[in-house]
């Protein structure tokens, strides 16, 4: 008997019981190559805060902050891979080494120059122990006042600015202001572990309070009675600095016992907070330093 002819088809596959095709013959099957995706590192989650660049970290250690656990960067420089290793080692903190990639997962949208820890919590220095500081500096007490600051960095930057400057503390709101952060640790370059800061439910109440230790509040405002070139802040002194965008509150000024300006010379009629606040903290030091010159000199 003739085969049918196939006319160009090609023949049925043969059924197996189960009406399914026969499985083809795994030899002759091309199968592309196995494609493993590479596994994603977790993000290290951790509720306590971390900080991250050479000079917080290396400040962290200094002050004796308790850190919990330090990540370095494969790609660090040997000398400060050997310098923060030193440093784990000494406090007897782990240490872990691990890709660049790691430690932008952990702190997103920052520099970490490479270097993360994890830190315990920063301890606000209670209003009482700051009050008592100030009382026993006397005529040198300096303090910084900052009524609703919002943003980290320049909550970072002031303290900054009035650590170098020999300020003996700072001030800050509870409510709607920046607290020390992460981003207000890097900005301070390390500075809040080394100057006290006070956190406050009520501005107000806290310039009664420095009142009663016959400490100057000075408040920095548009609206300022005098120019601060003009102001006396050569004895105690509170610098008041407001928020970015409403300055003082109206209940804040009417606590000051002046109200002071920076004077400008174009339309731009205020500065950043930070800004601001530098230029006033060196005020106090240029005026305590020229008065200290000339009682020198009459002596």
């Known amino acids: 008997m003739n085969k049918r002819p196939s006319h160009g088809r090609s023949e049925r596959p043969v059924r197996r019981p189960d009406n399914r095709p026969a499985p083809p013959d795994k030899a002759t099957v091309n199968r592309p190559p196995t494609h493993v995706p590479p596994v994603e590192e977790t993000p290290v989650v951790s509720s306590s805060p971390r900080i991250y660049g050479k000079h917080p970290v290396r400040s962290a250690f200094e002050s004796e902050r308790p850190v919990h656990?330090?990540?370095?960067?494969?790609?660090?420089?040997?000398?400060?891979?050997a310098e923060f290793r030193a440093l784990a080692k000494q406090n007897q903190v782990p240490v872990q080494v691990v890709p660049g990639s790691r430690l932008n997962q952990m702190c997103p949208d920052v520099q970490t120059q490479g270097i993360v820890a994890e830190i315990g919590a920063h301890d606000y220095t209670p209003l009482e122990d700051l009050l008592d500081l100030l009382k026993a500096k006397g005529d040198e007490a300096f303090v910084i006042i900052l009524d609703q600051v919002q943003d980290p960095h320049n909550l970072g930057a002031i303290a900054r600015t009035a650590e170098a400057a020999g300020a003996h503390?700072?001030?800050?709101?509870?409510?709607?202001?920046?607290?020390?952060?992460?981003?207000?640790?890097k900005a301070s370059v390390g500075a809040i572990e080394r100057i006290p800061i006070a956190r406050v439910t009520n501005i107000s109440r806290a310039l009664e309070q420095l009142q009663a230790l016959n400490i100057w509040s000075m408040g920095f405002a548009l609206e300022g009675e005098v120019s601060y070139f003009d102001a006396?802040?050569?004895?105690?002194?509170?610098?008041?600095?407001?928020g970015e965008h409403a300055g003082i509150r109206p209940n804040v000024a009417k606590h000051c016992d002046l109200l002071?300006?920076?004077?400008?010379?174009?339309?731009?009629?205020?500065?950043?907070?930070?800004?601001?606040?530098?230029?006033a903290i060196y005020e106090v030091v240029r005026q305590r330093q020229v008065q200290a010159r000339k009682l020198l000199k009459n002596n």
Do not use: D
């Open 69 to 81: 656990k330090l990540w370095l960067s494969e790609g660090l420089q040997p000398p400060i891979l």
């Open 169 to 185: 503390g700072i001030i800050i709101s509870r409510h709607g202001s920046a607290g020390l952060t992460e981003g207000a640790a």
């Open 232 to 242: 006396n802040l050569t004895g105690p002194v509170a610098l008041v600095i407001g």
């Open 260 to 279: 002071v300006r920076i004077p400008t010379v174009s339309p731009t009629h205020s500065l950043n907070a930070s800004v601001a606040g530098s230029l």
